[in-house]
């Protein structure tokens, strides 16, 4: 069992930032890659940003890129994904998750990650 615990999340202006962080706990973290994912009001879930295990191999959905930077710390068990230039639209409930295996690839589906946290509330006010 891996446990994963999200913070960070709040309310922000438009242009402002955000860094959320997730610690977990249960498992060796350096075995897992690690996401972060999205869910807007009554839309689907979205894939944001990925890292493998060594935190070389990250990814991120085009609407984020330049803006998000993902991040890990394996000694501390933890990832981060700092939020820059938000927008209105990146208003949702924020969640991270841990697959099994060391590589990341933007080809894993939700369902895919073994373990997921309770989410973190971001609203960005226009």
């Known amino acids: 069992q891996v446990q994963l615990v999200e913070s960070g999340g709040g309310l922000v202006q438009a242009g402002g930032s955000l860094n959320l962080s997730c610690a977990a706990s249960g498992r060796t973290f350096s075995d897992y890659t690690m996401a972060w994912f999205r869910q807007a009001p009554g839309k689907e879930r979205e894939l944001v940003a990925g890292i493998g295990w060594s935190g070389g191999n990250v990814d991120y959905v085009t609407s984020v890129k330049g803006r998000f930077t993902i991040s890990r710390d394996n000694v501390k068990n933890a990832v981060n994904l700092q939020m820059n230039s938000l927008k209105s639209e990146d208003t949702a409930v924020y969640y991270c998750?841990?697959?099994?295996?060391?590589?990341?690839?933007?080809?894993?589906?939700?369902?895919?990650?073994?373990?997921w946290g309770q989410g973190t509330r971001v609203t960005v006010s226009s």
């Open positions: 998750a841990a697959k099994l295996g060391k590589f990341y690839t933007k080809r894993y589906t939700a369902n895919e990650y073994n373990y």
